[in-house]
């Protein structure tokens, strides 16, 4: 399936999301992944917002994650609170914010997505 530049990526199985998180890796490009349950009111308020982001800013790469479907890969990051967004770089974590906070998810996404090039 082809992929627009700019929309959230739904990781349903153990496939993938190592699909996503190696082309992640490979592109060098910031990976935010927002780790996500259904039965969670404050996913459910955020996850509008973090699709409008992924519109906006299209040097990243945005992936959904449900807790329930991937519990491996949730307690591979140690993800102990919905929603958590974890930002990735060369697959490693390099930063983190718990909580529905529009906010700090938009500064975080703006520090770790510049690119500098010499």
């Avoid at 530049?5 to 496939?15: A, I, K, L, P, R």
């Avoid at 996503?20 to 996913?43: N, R, Y």
């Avoid at 992936?63 to 990051?77: C, G, H, M, R």
């Avoid at 975080?108 to 690119?115: L, P």
């Amino acid at each position: 399936m082809a992929a627009e530049e700019g929309q959230v990526f739904g990781c349903h199985t153990v496939d993938e999301w190592k699909d996503h998180f190696q082309k992640g890796v490979e592109s060098k490009k910031l990976v935010v992944i927002d780790f996500t349950a259904a039965s969670c009111g404050p996913c459910r308020f955020i996850s509008p917002y973090f699709a409008e982001i992924a519109k906006q800013i299209t040097n990243v790469i945005f992936l959904k994650v449900d807790v329930d479907e991937l519990e491996a890969v949730t307690q591979e990051f140690k993800v102990e609170a919905m929603p958590t967004f974890l930002f990735l770089k060369d697959g490693q974590e390099v930063d983190r914010v718990v909580g529905a906070r529009k906010d700090d998810l938009v500064a975080k996404i703006n520090f770790h997505g510049t690119v500098v090039t010499a």
